[in-house]
């Protein structure tokens, strides 16, 4: 297991693992079961996805509104007195007309292979409010730049408002590696047969597979564990 170490301004930030919040962002904790509500936990995919990163939380005791009005960056919020240093303040700031910036100053010491890249949390996938802040993806090769000096946020819209709210998450760090050191090619037709041969078995024995583990939500759609089911062979396979 490799070891991501960090070092920080602020405390408060708490860098940790991803966690899935249930009750909140990640839904409620409704079994999967006839009539249950559907949330974005039930979905083994997203909660593995959910879960790669690091999450990096809102430091400071009160709310922050990020806003635009004719134009113009509105950012309502109480960070306290100036610390006597030469940090920058308040810590947000507008980044041009279509983005703004938080002063992070948050360390993490990776290998010479890997880099580590901020996107939006998990969070923002599903709330329905809009509210929640959209980290731009950024590559960084912390293995010989030191610090991550700032994070870009993406503007809401006119009219709209970003939260940031003390305890809450306001973005996910990957831990990736260093290049994307792949080519993109067709299957040749004996792979590909392979393929579609495997994806019929699985479709024909998914009545079996699925059988104890269905369910249809109050929305009438309909669940069933097959993923999951194939995802705690293959874990166990590879042990």
């Not at 030469?86 to 938080?102: A, E, I, M, N």
């Not at 731009?136 to 503007?155: C, G, H, N, Q, Y």
């Not at 939260?163 to 994307?180: H, K, T």
């Amino acid at each position: 297991m490799h070891e991501v170490k960090f070092r920080l301004v602020n405390p408060a930030l708490a860098p940790r693992r991803t966690k899935l919040e249930m009750p909140g962002w990640a839904g409620k904790p409704e079994p999967r079961t006839d009539g249950s509500h559907e949330y974005a936990w039930h979905c083994a995919p997203f909660t593995e996805g959910a879960q790669y990163g690091i999450e990096v939380f809102y430091p400071y005791a009160n709310e922050l509104h990020v806003s635009k009005k004719d134009g113009q960056w509105i950012f309502d919020g109480d960070f306290g007195p100036a610390p006597e240093s030469d940090l920058q303040w308040p810590p947000f700031r507008g980044f041009g007309d279509d983005f703004y910036t938080y002063q992070l100053l948050l360390d993490l010491k990776v290998g010479k292979e890997w880099a580590v890249r901020t996107e939006p949390h998990p969070r923002f996938y599903t709330d329905t409010t809009g509210t929640v802040p959209i980290a731009v993806p950024a590559l960084l090769r912390t293995e010989w730049w030191p610090m991550i000096s700032f994070v870009v946020f993406k503007a809401p819209d006119e009219g709209g408002t970003h939260i940031f709210r003390p305890g809450e998450p306001m973005l996910q760090i990957l831990i990736l590696p260093l290049s994307a050191d792949f080519t993109l090619v067709p299957m040749n037709e004996e792979e590909a047969a392979e393929r579609e041969v495997r994806g019929r078995r699985i479709h024909a024995s998914r009545p079996t597979l699925g059988a104890d583990t269905a369910w249809t939500s109050s929305t009438d759609t309909v669940f069933d564990g097959t993923y999951r089911h194939l995802l705690r062979a293959a874990k166990a396979r590879d042990k």
